[in-house]
């Protein structure tokens, strides 16, 4: 009998222990996250922090929560392919075309990486609000393998195929 408590002890011991663990590699990991520090994130997932992790306030991940509250908080939702939270910032005064310090890359250009359709609805939120489909058109076109994307470029451009237009002519 004191054998069996003594083992469920010890259980509970390092469930709980494993738990607290948990706890602190998370809240490590949503610290830098918020402060951007890309090592820290790196450190942290490799302790075992968990990249899906909520935050108990918001009930977000910890890179949606980087996307939100972050500086460069437009680059992510484009990377991301959020549009609702795009609008979002640019209602509170992010400005839409800002280039990143690292690559020089816009956030429009990000959306245009992702290959799924949120991505191709972000680029089009940023074209229809006000970034310039020119500005943008050659790196998106060579850089995303989305045919969505391609296709929302194209016409944007103004490219019509039966009037024997190519939209590669630019590339």
């Known amino acids: 009998m004191a054998a069996k408590l003594f083992t469920t002890i010890l259980i509970?011991?390092?469930?709980?222990?494993?738990?607290?663990?948990?706890?602190?590699?998370?809240?490590?990991?949503?610290?830098?996250?918020?402060?951007?520090?890309?090592?820290?994130?790196?450190?942290?997932?490799?302790?075992?922090?968990?990249?899906?992790?909520?935050?108990?306030?918001g009930l977000q991940t910890p890179l949606m929560q980087s996307v939100l509250f972050g500086r460069e908080s437009m680059h992510g939702?484009?990377?991301?392919?959020r549009a609702t939270i795009?609008?979002?910032?640019?209602?509170?005064?992010?400005?839409?075309?800002?280039k990143h310090d690292g690559d020089g890359y816009e956030p429009a250009?990000?959306?245009?990486?992702?290959?799924?359709?949120?991505?191709?609805?972000?680029?089009?939120?940023?074209l229809d609000n006000g970034v310039p489909v020119d500005d943008i058109y050659s790196i998106c076109m060579t850089s995303t393998s989305n045919e969505k994307t391609k296709a929302l470029l194209v016409e944007r451009k103004g490219y019509n195929a039966s009037?024997?237009?190519?939209?590669?002519?630019?590339l």
């Not at 795009?86 to 800002?98: C, E, F, N, S, Y």
């Open 12 to 57: 509970l011991f390092t469930i709980t222990a494993y738990a607290s663990d948990q706890v602190t590699l998370n809240a490590r990991l949503f610290e830098a996250a918020g402060k951007e520090d890309t090592e820290a994130v790196l450190e942290a997932l490799k302790e075992g922090a968990d990249i899906n992790a909520l935050s108990e306030g």
């Open 77 to 81: 939702a484009g990377f991301q392919g």
């Open 86 to 98: 795009a609008q979002m910032l640019k209602d509170h005064g992010v400005p839409l075309r800002t």
């Open 109 to 126: 250009i990000r959306s245009c990486w992702g290959r799924e359709e949120r991505h191709t609805e972000t680029l089009k939120w940023f």
């Open 163 to 170: 009037d024997g237009a190519n939209p590669n002519d630019e």
